[in-house]
């Protein structure tokens, strides 16, 4: 059975991976270049959750900011702003952004679940060494796709309200 999820886990890393390139796959085949790779890789993804969570610390910063202001001018209520929220994404362009961010999401999601199920039993067997060396360079560019999706999806909501916002002579925090 283990030999059998080795060998799927392998073929898929290969699939996936696909990506990669071929100078890289190739040195994959080295079990030291292999499992050197998987301190770069780990750093790479730690990267990019650190990148997220700062994009995410600074926009919050900036919409609460902004939909504070707007609450304190008397221009919206708790109840308007959640209204705005729910319809942002409704017009051709946010649905668009939203479906960009979502697709980004999801690929994203799929390669880090494989990652998570060869860390689960990799152990430093040569065979997860070389398909974590094969996956991880389609991780790390789906991570940083998910980002700037995830970045563009942050700066339209902010330019929607930041257009309500000059519409209702509100500055911007």
């Given at each position: 059975m283990k030999k059998t999820i080795i060998i799927i886990s392998t073929v898929a890393a290969c699939l996936l991976g696909s990506g990669a390139?071929?100078?890289?796959?190739?040195?994959?085949?080295?079990?030291?270049?292999?499992?050197?790779?998987?301190?770069?890789?780990?750093?790479?993804?730690?990267?990019?959750?650190?990148?997220?969570?700062?994009?995410?610390?600074?926009?919050?910063?900036?919409?609460?900011?902004?939909?504070?202001?707007?609450?304190?001018?008397?221009?919206?209520?708790?109840?308007?702003?959640?209204?705005?929220?729910?319809?942002?994404?409704?017009?051709?362009?946010?649905?668009?952004?939203?479906?960009?961010?979502?697709?980004?999401?999801?690929?994203?999601?799929?390669?880090a679940m494989a990652a998570q199920a060869w860390n689960g039993q990799r152990g430093q067997s040569p065979e997860m060494l070389r398909g974590m060396c094969l996956l991880g360079p389609r991780l790390l560019e789906d991570g940083a796709a998910l980002?700037?999706?995830?970045?563009?999806?942050?700066?339209?909501m902010q330019t929607k309200l930041e257009r309500v916002a000059k519409a209702n002579k509100v500055s911007k925090p």
């Open positions: 390139h071929a100078e890289h796959r190739q040195d994959c085949e080295s079990i030291e270049y292999a499992r050197q790779y998987g301190v770069t890789l780990e750093a790479g993804l730690k990267s990019n959750v650190e990148r997220m969570r700062q994009q995410q610390a600074h926009y919050h910063k900036t919409l609460d900011g902004m939909l504070a202001e707007m609450k304190q001018g008397g221009i919206w209520s708790d109840e308007d702003a959640g209204r705005f929220f729910q319809t942002v994404w409704t017009d051709e362009e946010g649905k668009a952004v939203d479906t960009q961010r979502q697709k980004a999401g999801e690929r994203y999601k799929v390669q980002h700037d999706a995830l970045e563009y999806s942050w700066a339209y």
